[in-house]
């Protein structure tokens, strides 16, 4: 086998690191940016924040240098006490030392002492209420027990290893496998923790803890069903609690009764008290944050025209540093060095800019091809809504499916139809009877559905055949396989589970 050299040709795509910077910022989310834009300020000297007010002045003093720069043009120079535009926005010494002292004396101070720092004040998220969790409130009823040290000791190891619905998950012998607690001592532990508030917490399991609330209620969960005593007297409801709560999930109350031996109205009454259970004891202790969604773009009419805003607000208003820029500029930067460090640091500054630049254009050309197809959303509402593609956005704007792709990724539009997420508009399409030709969207379908299902009759619910027969009476060409996706995809319960008896 003989060694040689041999020359080829060939086209290779390689992505440089500002590319892939660019492509980074423009998928991210709106919260995610103002994130990467902050950790840039922190990284990169040469870039800094400016604020509103700055831009503000900075375009104030562009005008009056423009005027005086025309005023004395025409004219000759004056020896008049006149300020420059820098002088005037220079604030006066004694006003800033009036201020300083108004702040001193505002101060809250300890009787006795000087006035304390401002630092030693509490910060804002220090002075929010904090919701109690099911951990700490379980520990506050363990801590007022009657049980001795090392049982609070099993007691606070149980409760540390409850799920957020209240549930102990694992078993006991592996919750205490590595102590020196017997599975004795967990479960006696167990037992009397099971009596805390709320009730129903810590059972191993959904029928344990719909019991437990049984018990709680008054009733005699372990009394004999031989007796056949009445629903409320308990004995029929942890009877099914206990062996029939597929069927009660099914609404086989016919089932059920023929099991026990009891009538229909019987399980019925039943039924009554186990819908007042929790099934999830922790649930009010859930600590559920919610998140203010702050919209990237606007959708606005504005003389019979759509037009589609940017939302920067909140938003870093990066530039290159002026201090920086003049150093740089008159060659006093230093050692060699530094110079270097300098120009990496602007070259990346730069960039910087100009890919949030690029970033904000192809959010507002990509948001304006979205208005442009789906412009009746807009005038008439959801039964409008178009089916639509990547494909077609990218051509429509000469741009990659990719490009679309990651441009309305968690990125959020506020328009007269409310808030609504960029991937909302994307949806496949069903064909109509009438008009083969023409398409309806499946967000609008599932409107239908949901319509359809809350106006029916719930003692006798639509069927996905009902359903699907219903929507072909109105044009749309829809298979019953797809009525069950759209209805599980919707949260919407089978016809079997939205029947009501009483």
Same mark, same amino acid.
């Given at each position: 086998?003989?060694?040689?050299?041999?020359?080829?040709?060939?086209?290779?795509?390689?992505?440089?690191?500002?590319?892939?910077?660019?492509?980074?910022?423009?998928?991210?989310?709106?919260?995610?940016?103002?994130?990467?834009?902050?950790?840039?300020?922190?990284?990169?000297?040469?870039?800094?924040?400016?604020?509103?007010?700055?831009?503000?002045?900075?375009?104030?003093?562009?005008?009056?240098?423009?005027?005086?720069?025309?005023?004395?043009?025409?004219?000759?120079?004056?020896?008049?006490?006149?300020?420059?535009?820098?002088?005037?926005?220079?604030?006066?010494?004694?006003?800033?030392?009036?201020?300083?002292?108004?702040?001193?004396?505002?101060?809250?101070?300890v009787?006795?002492?000087?006035?304390?720092?401002?630092? /030693?004040?509490?910060?804002?998220?220090?002075?929010?209420?904090?919701?109690t969790?099911l951990?700490?409130?379980l520990?506050?009823q363990?801590?007022?027990?009657?049980?001795?040290?090392?049982?609070?000791?099993?007691?606070?190891?149980?409760?540390?290893?409850?799920?957020?619905?209240?549930?102990?998950?694992?078993?006991?012998?592996?919750?205490?496998?590595?102590?020196?607690?017997?599975?004795?001592?967990? /479960?006696?532990?167990?037992?009397?923790?099971q009596?805390?508030?709320?009730?129903?917490?810590?059972?191993?399991?959904?029928?344990?803890?719909?019991?437990?609330?049984?018990?709680?209620?008054?009733?005699?969960p372990?009394?004999?069903?031989?007796?056949?005593?009445?629903?409320?007297?308990?004995?029929?409801?942890?009877?099914?609690?206990?062996?029939?709560?597929?069927?009660?999930?099914?609404?086989?109350?016919?089932?059920?009764?023929?099991?026990? $031996?009891?009538?229909?109205?019987?399980?019925?009454?039943?039924?009554?008290?186990? /819908?007042?259970?929790?099934?999830?004891?922790?649930?009010?202790?859930?600590?559920?944050?919610?998140?203010?969604?702050?919209p990237?773009?606007?959708v606005?009419?504005?003389? $019979?025209?759509?037009?589609?805003?940017l939302?920067?607000?909140?938003?870093?208003?990066?530039?290159?540093?002026?201090?920086?820029?003049?150093?740089?500029?008159?060659?006093?930067?230093g050692?060699?060095?530094?110079?270097?460090?300098?120009?990496?640091?602007?070259?990346?500054?730069?960039?910087?800019?100009?890919?949030?630049?690029?970033?904000?254009?192809?959010?507002?050309?990509?948001?304006?091809?979205?208005?442009?197809?789906?412009?009746?959303?807009?005038?008439?509402?959801?039964?409008?809504?178009?089916?639509?593609?990547?494909?077609?956005?990218?051509?429509?704007? $000469?741009?990659?499916?990719?490009?679309?792709?990651?441009?309305?990724?968690?990125?959020?539009m506020?328009?007269?139809?409310?808030?609504? /997420?960029?991937?909302?508009?994307?949806?496949?399409?069903?064909?109509?009877?009438?008009?083969?030709?023409?398409?309806?969207?499946?967000?609008?379908?599932?409107?239908?559905?949901?319509?359809?299902?809350?106006?029916?009759?719930?003692?006798?619910?639509?069927k996905?055949?009902?359903?699907?027969?219903?929507?072909?009476?109105?044009?749309?060409?829809?298979?019953?396989?797809?009525?069950?996706?759209?209805?599980?995809?919707?949260?919407?319960?089978?016809?079997?589970?939205?029947?009501?008896?009483?």
């Open positions: 086998m003989k060694l040689r050299l041999d020359l080829r040709l060939s086209q290779k795509l390689i992505m440089t690191p500002q590319l892939q910077q660019a492509i980074k910022l423009l998928q991210l989310s709106r919260l995610e940016l103002q994130q990467s834009l902050t950790q840039h300020l922190m990284e990169n000297p040469l870039l800094e924040d400016l604020p509103t007010e700055a831009e503000d002045s900075e375009a104030e003093s562009a005008e009056e240098k423009a005027e005086d720069a025309v005023a004395s043009a025409n004219s000759e120079p004056s020896n008049a006490d006149e300020s420059t535009p820098e002088e005037r926005d220079t604030p006066d010494e004694a006003s800033v030392a009036g201020w300083e002292e108004y702040f001193d004396n505002d101060r809250r101070g009787s006795g002492s000087q006035s304390s720092s401002q630092d /030693e004040f509490p910060s804002y998220e220090q002075t929010m209420a904090k919701a969790s951990e700490d409130h520990l506050w363990l801590s007022f027990s009657g049980l001795s040290g090392r049982a609070k000791e099993i007691g606070r190891l149980i409760i540390g290893n409850l799920d957020d619905d209240g549930y102990l998950r694992m078993s006991l012998s592996e919750m205490v496998g590595g102590t020196d607690v017997t599975e004795t001592e967990a /479960e006696s532990v167990l037992k009397d923790i009596c805390f508030d709320p009730t129903g917490v810590a059972a191993r399991d959904l029928v344990e803890c719909l019991l437990l609330q049984i018990g709680h209620l008054g009733k005699s372990m009394g004999s069903l031989g007796a056949r005593p009445g629903a409320l007297k308990g004995s029929i409801v942890e009877a099914i609690v206990q062996h029939h709560l597929k069927d009660l999930e099914k609404k086989q109350y016919a089932r059920i009764a023929k099991a026990l $031996g009891v009538t229909v109205e019987e399980v019925f009454q039943a039924t009554k008290v186990i /819908e007042v259970l929790e099934p999830k004891p922790g649930r009010p202790f859930t600590n559920t944050q919610n998140y203010v969604i702050v990237d773009v606007f606005v009419k504005n003389e $019979g025209e759509w037009v589609v805003l939302n920067d607000d909140g938003l870093p208003r990066m530039r290159i540093s002026p201090y920086y820029k003049q150093l740089m500029g008159t060659g006093e930067s050692s060699a060095e530094t110079k270097a460090y300098l120009d990496e640091k602007l070259r990346a500054a730069q960039w910087v800019i100009r890919s949030i630049e690029q970033r904000n254009k192809t959010i507002v050309k990509v948001v304006s091809s979205i208005v442009k197809f789906q412009e009746q959303f807009f005038e008439k509402g959801v039964q409008h809504l178009k089916p639509l593609v990547l494909k077609q956005v990218a051509e429509d704007i $000469g741009m990659h499916e990719s490009t679309i792709s990651r441009v309305t990724a968690n990125k959020y506020y328009c007269p139809q409310g808030m609504l /997420e960029l991937k909302f508009f994307f949806n496949a399409g069903l064909q109509r009877a009438d008009q083969p030709s023409d398409m309806m969207s499946s967000v609008t379908v599932r409107e239908m559905i949901r319509k359809m299902v809350a106006e029916e009759d719930t003692s006798h619910p639509l996905d055949e009902e359903i699907a027969a219903r929507l072909l009476s109105q044009q749309v060409v829809i298979a019953r396989r797809t009525v069950a996706k759209y209805r599980a995809e919707e949260h919407i319960p089978s016809a079997t589970q939205r029947r009501r008896f009483f």
